[in-house]
């Protein structure tokens, strides 16, 4: 049986686990991953949820915004994050245009991320107005997570990437984008880029557990990006980032070590070299020994 770090038993994480940790008030843990190494180590950390993120655009495939990745990328990273991961529920994202085009077309590419991609739920953007077409995915047996506040693929829409909610009107359409991918029967609802007061408000009112990221402490659980915690972004970070560790410095140190080593050449050492058996080594030195003298 494996543990958790403080030595607990683990339990896989499910959709009725995560309405569990909401009911005894245990918050929730998410985090990206987009590669089985990240995978392997986030879910050996106890996260509960690990999602593949279309962030994925940006952090791994270096696009300026999610708009251009496709279902095969998103599939692609899905395979290798499904491949490390043992106990945290994993989602994968919808991404763009996989979505939007019609009912069919949309369950059809929800489908792929189950089978194809080993998700056990996918996550798309919007509220009241994917409601119908989120029941008709659950319909088919996909769990879904709904996403509304600051939601990246309407990047152009919202005319950049804006706090939402900041008026009275604003806040009466996230409470009802809420209400509906609650009554919907969403897994989860990720709040991103929103007030904190409206985002208490939401989590106070739906009994699906939501997920912050930029909507303060007070959603059932929290989701970053796993660049964002690493400093892995090349960009200034957002007022929600809170760095964990710096992973850009230490890859540098190290590369930077590794190329000292070669030109001044201390790598590699004898002891990081293979070496011949006795025997060969012996039989060889006979073989080149009759070669010169032959020379002479
Ligand atoms: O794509 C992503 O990483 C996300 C999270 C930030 C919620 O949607």
């Not at 590669?35 to 696009?63: F, H």
Request: hydrophobic share 45%; net charge negative.
């Amino acid at each position: 049986m494996s543990l958790t770090p403080a030595g607990e038993p683990r339990q896989k994480i499910t959709v009725a686990s995560l309405r569990e940790k909401k009911l005894q008030h245990q918050p929730i843990t998410c985090l990206t991953a987009y590669d089985y190494a990240a995978a392997r180590l986030v879910d050996e950390a106890a996260i509960d949820i690990i999602l593949v993120g279309d962030s994925l655009a940006q952090t791994m495939l270096g696009y300026e915004n999610t708009l251009a990745v496709s279902v095969d990328e998103m599939l692609h990273h899905t395979r290798a994050v499904h491949r490390g991961v043992k106990h945290a529920f994993l989602i994968a994202d919808m991404p763009f245009g996989s979505y939007h085009v019609g009912t069919d077309e949309a369950v059809k590419n929800a489908t792929r991320f189950i089978k194809e991609g080993g998700a056990e739920a996918v996550k798309m953007e919007g509220g009241e107005k994917r409601a119908d077409l989120i029941r008709r995915i659950i319909d088919a047996e996909i769990p879904v997570a709904g996403h509304i506040g600051l939601t990246p693929q309407s990047v152009n829409v919202m005319s950049g990437y804006k706090v939402q909610g900041k008026s009275l009107s604003a806040i009466e359409q996230l409470m009802r984008d809420a209400v509906a991918l609650d009554r919907a029967g969403v897994a989860c609802i990720y709040l991103e880029g929103i007030p904190r007061e409206v985002a208490a408000m939401i989590t106070a009112e739906v009994a699906t557990p939501t997920i912050g990221i930029g909507a303060g402490p007070d959603c059932d659980g929290q989701v970053l990006v796993i660049h964002d915690i690493l400093n892995l972004t090349f960009a200034p970070a957002a007022k929600f980032v809170r760095r964990y560790g710096d992973a850009a410095a230490l890859i540098t140190d190290a590369v930077q070590a590794f190329r000292a080593d070669v030109t001044s050449r201390q790598y590699p050492a004898d002891s990081e070299s293979y070496h011949l058996p006795k025997e060969t080594q012996q039989a060889l030195e006979t073989v080149l020994e009759r070669k010169r003298w032959m020379q002479r």
